[in-house]
């Protein structure tokens, strides 16, 4: 797919068809994450990855909007070293944000729906995940062929219109 496709067709998929993600995509999205850019270079991120029904079910309850993380055919923890630093935590949830962008366009790229979710219950994911005292969730990112049929770009998206973000040389 053209990357202007793959980046257009990249939307919260929640519903999936029951097909499983062959070793060789799950690992491409993951390299994704990986090649991400962070400040410094200091890449704040270990990605969990979270196969089989019942592991999915429980994962799907770290947050009450992470439902559809049950009904996926992978999912993506995100994982992130506990930040005492403020500023240090900010750069690295930007940095987080990015990695978890590039997983989901090259998903697209890959025909694979994705959707994120946040971590509500750290201690319960700490425990599901087995993760160190040192690491909390940050955020996870189901995976799954799309039950609706194959990703598509999407013209018209709600989003605001472009005249009404940009702004050229001054507010
Ligand atoms: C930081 C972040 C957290 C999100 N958390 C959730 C979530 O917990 N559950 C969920 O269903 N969607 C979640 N979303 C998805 C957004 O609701 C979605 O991206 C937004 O509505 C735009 O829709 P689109 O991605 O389909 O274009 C999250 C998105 C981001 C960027």
């Not at 850019?37 to 009450?64: I, K």
């Not at 930007?94 to 990695?99: E, K, N, P, T």
């Not at 590039?102 to 697209?108: D, F, G, K």
Request: glycine share 6%; charged share 25%; with cysteine.
């Amino acid at each position: 797919m053209e990357t202007w496709d793959a980046y257009r067709s990249r939307r919260n998929i929640r519903d999936y068809a029951d097909r499983a993600i062959d070793d060789a995509v799950l690992e491409r999205i993951l390299d994704a994450g990986r090649r991400a850019p962070s400040a410094f270079n200091s890449q704040p991120w270990d990605f969990v990855v979270v196969t089989g029904r019942d592991a999915l079910t429980d994962l799907a309850t770290v947050w009450q909007g992470a439902r559809h993380v049950a009904r996926s055919a992978a999912t993506i923890a995100v994982v992130t070293p506990v930040q005492p630093d403020p500023d240090k935590a900010r750069w690295s949830e930007f940095d987080l944000g990015q990695a978890m962008m590039a997983m989901a366009v090259v998903a697209a790229d890959q025909g694979v729906g994705s959707a994120h979710a946040l971590i509500g219950d750290q201690d319960r994911c700490r425990a599901l995940l087995h993760l160190p005292d040192t690491h909390r969730g940050a955020y996870l990112l189901a995976l799954g062929y799309p039950a609706a049929g194959p990703l598509a770009p999407v013209e018209s998206l709600d989003r605001r219109v472009l005249t009404d973000v940009v702004h050229h040389q001054r507010w």
